[in-house]
């Protein structure tokens, strides 16, 4: 699809899907402010390669900048942005260099997890906003800081949860808020996909990658074939698990559907069940419990080696209340139940994708309205549907149910601020340790 045919396409799927009181992102709507935002993307290999080319799609809007520590994702990412408007991407493999220049506006990062607050706060402090994939943040410390940097230079961070931009979502969530279900007390969400084993061995580094930029803020480790591109998530030096890896999202809209904050108690339970002997260190089995202090719970359930469907789903969040249920399927739909089990309202996005445990195909639609928002709020100054802020409180439940599954111990928190209360164990696990002279700072 060109340009011109992504903004006709975009602007008509919005206007087709619009519900009441739900406005069409401003980016699409004739008069909002001309500038263009000039971008450059970090780490491109898989769901970057695809965010930019949404971004590169959007109208006035530019890719500068293609960056990744990996030559082979570089070029291919280039030529194809290319092929999408008019101006080729540089290839700069550091993205410090890129935002050296100053007619970049925007940081836009898919790297991994250990590289999102880190590379956040660098762009904050070269004066670009950013887009950052989800997780927010490595660990709970990061996620601080990086609130921290965006406050002190004023920069738009949007996190990329995108349900926070979905119409239908944002619709749903109003239909709970204005009492729909009665009291919502209590949220599941859930996620399945059917991965295989890991096994890493020692190699020599590839032509093609720059693995001291690669590994950037984490302290140094041998490095392994198996590990990149994708397989680092079940590690916990580099990756954060599938508990953020995936349950950030329906995390995120169980703690805006039942409108609270930091928990009182977390605990969570499971394993590496599936396979055995192999090299994940993260559980491919697990749930965490997180109890609110107005009396609400979230419970998240994650089967990585086991893709048979929750409620016809292979994702997704309910919201339960006294009068009533709310099921999402994990895209831009809903449908609403009175408390004997009937239909009272459904609403389908027709763009959401079957296969929602991909993240680089599923949700094209929210995608597209969550990064209009984002280029919309730096181009007006407004706040993005999922600030830092909102991203960091998010992020922090299913960080605190990983430190939960670590320590195997139930987590006492304080209700509010979200700190861990009188567990020296659980509290190291706060923040990390760093690569000499790559410590986060502003």
């Known amino acids: 699809m060109n340009r011109r045919d992504f903004i006709k396409n975009s ?5 087709g899907l619009g519900l009441s009181g739900i406005a069409m992102p401003s980016v699409f709507v004739q008069g909002s402010p001309n ?17 930019s080319g949404v971004f590169a799609k959007m109208p006035d809007c530019e890719i500068a900048y293609i960056c990744d520590p990996d030559e082979r994702a570089m070029t291919k990412t280039i030529q194809e942005v290319a092929a999408i408007q008019k101006r080729k991407p540089a290839a700069e493999k550091d993205f410090r260099k890129a935002l050296e220049d100053k007619g970049v506006d925007a940081l836009v990062i898919a790297a991994p997890d250990h590289w999102h607050a880190p590379g956040a706060i660098i762009g904050c402090s070269m004066g670009k906003h950013v887009y950052v994939e989800k997780p927010l943040c490595h660990n709970p410390n990061e996620g601080e800081l990086l609130v921290q940097a965006a406050r002190k230079y004023n920069r738009i961070v949007q996190m990329g949860s995108q349900r926070r931009s979905g119409n239908g ?3 749903m969530i109003a239909d709970i808020k204005n009492g729909i279900i009665g009291n919502a007390y209590m949220a599941k969400a859930w996620y399945t996909n059917n991965r295989g084993p890991m096994h890493l061995k020692d190699a020599p580094v590839p032509s093609w990658l720059d693995y001291e930029l690669w590994q950037g803020p984490a302290p140094r480790k041998t490095y392994q074939d198996g590990l990149i591109h994708y397989n680092w998530h079940w590690r916990w030096h580099w990756g954060t698990g599938e508990a953020l890896n995936n349950g950030t999202h329906e995390v995120d809209v169980a703690r805006w559907g039942l409108g609270v904050e930091f928990p009182s108690r977390v605990s969570s339970l499971g394993g590496r069940y599936s396979f055995k002997d192999d090299d994940w260190e993260t559980p491919d089995t697990q749930t965490i419990s997180i109890e609110f202090p107005e009396n609400k719970l979230i419970v998240w359930e994650s089967r990585s080696c086991n893709n048979f469907k929750s409620e016809g789903a ?22 609403v139940y009175d408390k004997s089990g009937k239909v009272i309202k459904s609403f389908k996005d027709e763009n959401d994708s079957q296969d929602t445990t991909n993240t680089v195909s599923a949700g094209a639609n929210l995608d597209e309205m969550h990064i209009a928002n984002f280029l919309d709020c730096v181009r007006t100054g407004k706040t993005p549907n999922a600030d830092c802020e909102i ?40 923040k ?7 410590e986060p700072k502003f």
């Not at 602007?11 to 206007?15: R, V």
């Open 391 to 430: 991203g960091r409180r998010s992020t922090l439940l299913v960080q605190l149910g990983n430190i939960s599954w670590r320590t195997k111990q139930t987590l006492e928190i304080n209700p509010t601020n979200g700190y861990i209360l009188k567990n020296p164990a659980a509290q190291r696990l706060w």
């Open 169 to 171: 979502i944002q619709q």
């Open 432 to 438: 990390r340790e760093y690569e000499k002279g790559w």
């Open 11 to 15: 602007g008509l799927t919005i206007a």
């Open 35 to 51: 500038k263009r935002v000039v971008v450059a993307m970090m780490g491109v290999n898989g769901r970057g390669n695809y965010l």
């Open 314 to 335: 292979d994702r997704g969040t309910i919201f339960y209340g006294d009068n009533g249920t709310v099921v999402c399927p994990g895209g831009n739909s809903y449908t």
